[in-house]
């Protein structure tokens, strides 16, 4: 009767452990959540009832410490609460994989870069010749008054950002705040509650709601188009699903979300370049930016590849 039993409580045990297991996940995804929302919602409900405090609401939670330390505050406050003693999936020692470091810091910049050229294929009357953007916005800090482009010197400028992107250190370290919670923790989170590729589609479309209050002040589209402030949520929820699924890729393959804040920062840089030669005569959901449907083609091309390259579950190895 002994031996008949023991395989019954065995199960039973691992039955237990299984469901508690769970448990402390859902704990640990609603805590971050909660914790972020807080943070970020509060205001901008705030804000909605009353208006007259929006401009300093958008100034608060606009603030880089603010919206991009967020996570990474939720990610520290969530270990604390749920005892959640797990190594994060950060490492600092990124040059130990060369195809992971080339593949964050090149690709994502170079479909970037592409989406900026065919939006002006597309438009090329948005062009600005005479760089009106750059000598408004950068004029305090030695930007000539007087700028002539051809198109020459401006595909020369989006290379030498290009450039730039690929290797801005600061930008990475910058953007690290946002990638430590939704890539390095809140994704494999899900991963433990779902199959990958709904995980990463999900914790996409989580990291884009936590951008609806900064949308809906006008950041990345303004206020002048179709639909505003509500489709530029929309869209902006369909960025951060691109865009996830590239950083997911590379953040299940080496378990390390450091490159998938590059891919952040070279996407935010480069991203850029296009709204410095444009007009901005066309509509902000369109382009230049990656942030509208035309700059962000080539990296949805991109993105569909990888996504059907994902496979089903956590256990990846590692890039050689």
């Not at 007087?146 to 290009?162: A, K, R």
């Not at 709904?198 to 179709?226: E, R």
């Not at 990656?290 to 059907?308: C, D, M, R, T």
Request: hydrophobic share 50%.
């Amino acid at each position: 009767m002994d031996l008949c039993c023991k395989p019954v409580l065995i199960s039973t045990e691992r039955l237990t452990m299984k469901i508690s297991a769970e448990d402390i996940t859902k704990k640990r995804i609603r805590t971050y959540l909660s914790i972020v929302s807080g943070i970020l919602y509060i205001p901008w409900i705030i804000g909605m009832i009353i208006p007259s405090l929006g401009d300093t609401i958008y100034t608060m939670i606009s603030f880089p410490v603010v919206f991009m330390g967020t996570p990474a505050l939720a990610v520290f406050i969530t270990r604390k609460m749920t005892k959640d003693t797990a190594p994060l999936h950060f490492s600092p020692r990124i040059f130990e994989n060369k195809k992971a470091i080339l593949f964050s810091a090149l690709l994502p910049g170079a479909a970037v870069f592409l989406g900026t050229v065919l939006f002006f294929l597309i438009f090329p009357d948005d062009l600005d010749f005479h760089g009106s953007y750059i000598s408004e916005t950068y004029g305090a800090f030695g930007a000539p008054q007087d700028i002539e482009l051809t198109i020459g010197s401006m595909f020369l400028i989006g290379l030498i950002v290009y450039a730039i992107s690929a290797a801005a250190f600061p930008i990475w370290y910058m953007a690290l705040g946002e990638d430590i919670g939704w890539q390095g923790y809140m994704l494999f989170l899900l991963c433990r509650k779902m199959p990958v590729k709904c995980a990463v589609i999900i914790n996409g479309t989580l990291w884009g709601l936590a951008h609806a209050p900064l949308i809906y002040y006008g950041m990345n589209y303004g206020a002048d188009y179709f639909g505003a402030p509500y489709t530029g949520i929309f869209m902006m929820i369909f960025v951060t699903i691109v865009l996830g699924i590239w950083m997911s890729y590379i953040t299940l393959k080496t378990k390390n979300c450091m490159y998938a804040a590059m891919i952040h920062g070279a996407v935010d840089i480069i991203g850029e370049a296009g709204a410095w030669i444009s007009l901005s005569t066309k509509s902000s959901l369109l382009g230049p930016t990656p942030s509208g449907i035309i700059g962000l083609s080539a990296l949805l091309i991109g993105a569909v590849i990888l996504f059907f390259k994902m496979p089903c579950d956590c256990k990846l190895q590692v890039l050689k």
